[in-house]
């Protein structure tokens, strides 16, 4: 049985750094593994998206201060958030595509709108910016 489990949100200052985790169990990530986010009254969106060839995809305002990651020997996801600003606030959320189908997604219109491709989700971590 596939869980992932998220770490690593808190409550921060405009400007300063998160590092998120999602541990995963019960099997490896495969295909694609991505970080979403939902802020409150908006839908849920892609942040980032990594591949089992570790190439990387950024949703395109966000390029430049997201940076995902996965530690295969840990089977662990990471997304590594700098220069927090109020508006990054909202549920972070890993999920894993196991079938191809989010990757694919991905590749063909970027990672902001694939939500539905992906099969298996965390419970989230929260980040909230403010001063």
């Known amino acids: 049985q596939v869980q992932l489990v998220e770490t690593g949100g808190g409550s921060v200052e405009p400007g300063g750094s998160l590092t998120l985790s999602c541990k995963r169990s019960?099997?490896?990530?495969?295909?694609?593994a991505g970080w979403f986010r939902q802020a409150t009254g908006k839908e849920r969106e892609g942040v980032a998206a990594i591949d089992s060839d570790g190439k990387t995809y950024y949703a395109d305002s966000l390029q430049g201060r997201f940076t995902i990651s996965l530690d295969n020997a840990a089977n662990t996801l990471y997304l590594q958030i700098t220069n927090l600003k109020p508006e990054d606030t909202a549920m972070y959320y890993c999920?894993?595509?196991?079938?191809?189908?989010?990757?694919?997604?991905?590749?063909?219109?970027?990672?902001?709108?694939?939500?539905?491709?992906?099969?298996?989700w965390g419970q989230g971590t929260q980040v909230t910016v403010s001063s």
């Open positions: 999920a894993a595509d196991d079938t191809g189908l989010g990757l694919a997604a991905v590749r063909a219109g970027g990672v902001r709108s694939t939500v539905q491709k992906f099969g298996y």
């Open positions: 019960g099997s490896a990530f495969s295909w694609c």
